[in-house]
C-alpha cells in the first residue's frame, strides 16, 4: 500500500516555512526548498504494509542522503519535512548528531525558534546515556562513605573505592538539596558548574550495576524520569553513539523501534567512523588476567557475607571456580600471543606503541581455535555473573533477606562493574573466534605493545573496516525511514565512498542541494610554490618554517591545520618568535580553552591564530572575523600504520583493486573539503584558502581534489 502525503500535511510544512521566514526577516533559500521538497517526496513515497511498516523492497525507499553546504539551513529544512510527515504516519522521530555541541544547540535554540515561529506543537526530549545522569543511590552511598570516612570508617571496598576531598563532597551536598527541591533534574550538563569525570564518575551507573524498577529510588531516578519523557515525545533528540547503542541492543531498548521511527542523522559524514569504534574489541592480555585474579580474591572476600542466601553463596562458589579457570586460559594463551609479537614487530624502531596486523584480518586456523576456547570459558563467568546479578536483584525485594538492602545494593554494583569488564574482553575473543565473510571486506585484528603499570602488555584488538552490514542489517532495513545530512558527504564529486562506508542502498535517495555562498566573489583558494611538496617529509617542514610567516596576517584570525602532530609542533618550535607568540597550538590548552582565548584576542581586535590537528578541522565554527584565513598545510592522507585503514586497503590490492584510488583518495577529498568548510560559516563571510602542498597542481590526482573543493576564485602560482 502506497502511502501518500496528505494535502494537510503539505500546506502546513508550507505555512510553517514562510511563518518562521517572516519572524525572522529571512528570504527563502534555494538549496533549503530542495531540501525540503526531496526529504518530503521521499517519505511520502513509503510503501506500508498492513501493519504500517515500510516495506522492504529493494530498501532504497524512504532512506534519503542530503548533501548541503554551510549556510543551507539543513536543521530548518530537515526538522519542517519530518515532523508533519512523522505525524501523520503516526511515526517518532529520532534526530541524532555527531557532537554534543550540536544536540545541546537543537534542544536549546534551534528546535524551540522553529516551534515558536511555526505556532506548532511538537513534544521534544533528549536522550542521554545514562552516565549522563546522577544516581540517587549512588548520590547516597557517596554521602554515607564521605560521613563515614570522616569518623574513622570507610564503606567502600575494591573498585567502588571513593576517597572523596572536602571540595568534592561539598559539592555532592549542593547536589543532594539541588534534587530535594527540584532545581536540578541530575543531568550533568544541566548543572551549574563543570564537574570532572573523575568527581563525577562515583556517581553514576552503566545498565549493569542499576537494580532498575526495583530500585528504591525508582521514583526520584534522574535518568528514568528523562526516559519516561521519552514515551511522549514526538521528536527525541539524541547523538550516533546512543543510536549504536540502541542497534547493538536489537534496536527499540533506549530509543523507538526502528520500525517506528524516522531518523535524522545530522553530521552524517560521523556514522561509519561512529559505529566501526563502537563495535570494536580489546583485550589487554596482562591486565585482563590480573583483573582476573583480583575478581577471585574479592569473590572469596564476599563469600562469608553471602553465605546466609544459599542461592547466592553457591553462586560466589562457582564463580571463583570459573573465574580462576578464566585466569589460567589467559595466562596459557599469553605465549602464544607474546611469540607473534617476538616474531613480527620490529622492537627496536622507537615506536611508543608498536603495532601489528594480521594479514587479510585473519588470525589463522589455531589462534581461532585458541579464541573460541577463551569465549567459551568467558561466556560461563559472564553467564554466572547474570545468575548472581538476579539473585541478588531478586533478593532486594524481599523484606526478609538475610541481608541487608544496603549490603545488596553494593553487591549489585560490584557484579555490575565485573559484568561490564568481563563482556569487553568477551566481545574481543568472540570477534576473534568467527571467520569473515568471503564476500566482504575482513574485520581488522592487530596486536599491539603498551605501557601499563610500569611494564608491557599485549593488547589484542579488533573492528570491522566498514560499518556497511552493521547498518544494513539492524537499521536501514528495518527503520521506517531515514534523512542523512551534513555539509560534507560527497568526495570526488560522488557519494561512493560514503554509501561504501554505511551500506545505505544504491537505490536509496542521494542529492547535492544548491549551497548559499557566492564562493567565487567571497572567497579566495590559492595554491603558492613553497619550494617542497607535502610527501617531501623533512624539506615541507623546514619550508613551513621558512615561508608560513609570509602568508599569515598578525592581524587577523587565522586556522592553520596540519594532518601530523610532530610536524605542527616542529613548526611552531621554528616559526620566529613574533608569530610564535600569536599562535595557540592544540595540545598546550584544551580544545575549549583555545577557542575561548581566540575568539577574546580578535574581540579585543587583536590577532590570533591556531593550529590545529583534525579535530579543528571539521565542525568548529568561526564566523566572521574569527577565521578570515585557513590554511593547509598538506593533503590530509591517512594517517600510515591504521590497522582498520591497513586490512580494507589490503582487501582491496588483494580484489585487484587500487588502494589509493579507492579508499586513500576520496578519504582526503573529503577532509579537505571539510577543512575548506571552516572559512565561510555565514552568508556575510569572506576570506581565503591557501594549500601548502603543491601535489594538488603536480600530481595527476591533484586535479581531482581541485575540482571536488568549493569553487572560489583560483590563484595558482
Not at 556514522?271 to 590480573?290: E, I, M, P, W, Y
Not at 610527501?535 to 623546514?542: G, I
Request: net charge negative; aromatic share 8%; charged share 25%.
Amino acid at each position: 500500500m502506497a502511502a501518500t502525503l496528505d494535502q494537510s500535511v503539505k500546506k502546513e510544512i508550507q505555512d510553517g516555512y514562510s511563518r518562521f521566514l517572516e519572524a525572522n526577516d529571512l528570504r527563502p533559500r534555494l538549496g533549503q526548498k530542495q531540501m525540503i521538497a526531496v526529504i518530503a517526496n521521499v517519505l511520502c513515497a513509503i510503501r506500508e504494509d498492513a501493519d504500517g511498516h515500510r516495506q522492504s523492497g529493494d530498501g532504497g525507499e524512504g532512506i534519503c542522503v542530503v548533501e548541503a553546504g554551510t549556510g543551507t539551513g539543513k536543521t530548518l529544512a530537515y526538522l519542517l519535512a519530518v515532523l508533519p510527515i512523522a505525524r501523520q504516519k503516526k511515526k517518532r522521530v529520532v534526530l541524532a548528531t555527531g557532537t554534543i555541541v550540536l544536540q545541546e544547540q537543537l534542544i536549546d535554540k534551534d528546535i524551540p525558534a522553529l516551534l515558536k515561529h511555526t505556532g506548532w506543537d511538537y513534544s521534544v526530549a533528549v536522550a542521554k546515556g545514562r552516565g549522563r545522569y546522577l544516581c540517587p543511590l549512588k548520590l547516597e552511598q557517596c554521602l554515607d562513605a564521605a560521613d563515614s570516612q570522616q569518623s574513622g570508617q570507610f564503606l567502600f571496598e575494591d573498585e567502588l573505592a571513593f576517597n572523596p576531598s572536602e571540595r568534592n563532597i561539598a559539592t555532592y551536598r549542593e547536589m543532594a538539596e539541588a534534587l530535594e527541591k527540584d532545581e536540578w533534574n541530575g543531568d550533568r550538563d544541566n548543572w551549574n558548574a563543570s564537574i570532572a569525570h573523575v568527581d563525577w564518575q562515583p556517581l553514576t551507573v552503566d545498565r549493569r550495576q542499576c537494580a532498575g524498577r526495583r530500585c528504591r529510588y525508582i521514583r526520584e531516578c534522574c535518568f528514568f524520569k528523562a526516559r519516561d519523557e521519552l514515551e511522549e515525545a514526538d521528536c527525541i533528540v539524541a547523538n550516533h553513539d546512543l543510536v549504536m547503542a540502541d542497534l547493538a541492543l536489537g534496536g527499540g531498548v533506549i530509543l523507538p523501534p526502528p520500525e517506528d521511527t524516522i531518523y535524522i542523522f545530522d553530521e552524517g559524514h560521523r556514522l561509519a567512523d561512529t559505529a566501526l569504534k563502537h563495535f570494536s574489541g580489546v583485550c589487554r592480555l596482562n591486565s585482563t588476567q590480573s583483573w582476573l585474579a583480583k575478581l577471585i580474591k574479592q569473590v572469596e572476600s564476599r563469600q562469608a557475607q553471602v553465605a546466609v542466601i544459599n542461592e547466592l553463596a553457591a553462586g560466589f562458589e562457582k564463580l571463583s571456580v570459573a573465574a580462576i579457570a578464566a585466569e589460567k586460559a589467559l595466562a596459557l594463551s599469553y605465549p602464544i600471543f607474546d611469540q607473534l609479537v617476538q616474531d613480527n614487530m620490529d622492537l627496536d624502531s622507537g615506536d611508543d606503541q608498536p603495532t601489528w596486523c594480521f594479514p587479510n584480518g585473519d588470525p589463522g586456523a589455531d589462534i581461532r581455535l585458541l579464541a573460541n576456547e577463551l569465549a567459551e570459558t568467558l561466556s560461563y563467568v559472564g553467564a554466572l555473573l547474570k545468575q548472581l546479578s538476579d539473585h541478588i536483584s531478586s533478593s532486594m525485594e524481599d523484606v526478609n533477606a538475610a541481608i541487608p538492602r544496603v549490603d545488596l545494593e553494593q553487591l549489585l554494583q560490584l557484579v555490575g562493574i565485573w559484568q561490564g569488564r568481563l563482556d569487553s574482553a568477551l566481545g574481543l575473543w568472540r570477534q576473534y573466534a568467527i571467520e569473515d565473510d568471503p564476500k566482504g571486506p575482513p574485520d581488522a585484528r592487530w596486536l599491539a605493545l603498551e605501557q601499563s603499570g610500569g611494564s608491557l602488555d599485549i593488547c589484542v584488538s579488533a573492528a570491522p573496516t566498514r560499518a556497511a552490514s552493521i547498518f544494513q542489517e539492524r537499521l536501514w532495513q528495518r527503520c521506517y525511514g531515514a534523512v542523512i545530512t551534513s555539509a560534507t558527504l560527497q568526495a570526488l564529486g560522488n557519494f561512493d565512498r560514503f554509501r561504501q562506508g554505511v551500506g545505505t542502498p544504491v537505490k536509496a535517495n542521494y542529492v547535492s542541494v544548491a549551497g548559499a555562498f557566492d564562493y567565487p566573489k567571497v572567497g579566495v583558494l590559492s595554491v603558492p610554490n613553497i619550494g617542497a611538496e607535502g610527501n617531501q617529509a623533512q624539506a615541507h617542514t623546514e619550508a613551513l618554517i621558512e615561508k608560513l610567516a609570509d602568508f599569515i596576517d598578525q592581524d587577523e584570525g587565522t586556522l592553520v591545520l596540519f594532518s601530523s602532530r610532530r610536524q605542527m609542533e616542529q613548526v611552531y618550535e621554528g616559526i620566529p618568535i613574533d608569530l610564535e607568540q600569536r599562535v595557540l597550538m592544540q595540545g598546550k590548552w584544551s580544545n575549549k580553552e583555545i577557542i575561548s582565548r581566540h575568539k577574546a584576542a580578535i574581540d579585543d581586535g587583536e590577532g590570533s591564530i591556531i593550529f590545529g590537528l583534525a579535530s579543528f578541522a571539521e565542525g568548529m565554527d568561526f564566523p566572521g572575523d574569527y577565521c578570515r584565513h585557513v590554511i593547509i598545510a598538506k593533503i590530509p592522507f591517512s594517517v600510515p600504520n591504521d590497522p582498520v585503514h591497513d586490512t580494507l586497503s589490503e582487501w582491496v590490492e588483494n580484489r585487484g583493486g587500487n588502494s589509493f584510488m579507492e579508499l586513500m583518495l576520496p578519504d582526503a577529498s573529503l577532509r579537505l573539503n571539510q577543512a575548506c568548510g571552516r572559512l565561510l560559516r555565514t552568508e556575510t563571510d569572506t576570506g581565503r584558502v591557501t594549500i601548502l602542498d603543491r601535489r594538488v597542481i603536480t600530481k595527476r590526482y591533484g586535479q581531482q581534489l581541485l575540482n571536488a573543493l568549493p569553487p572560489f576564485r583560483r590563484e595558482i602560482a
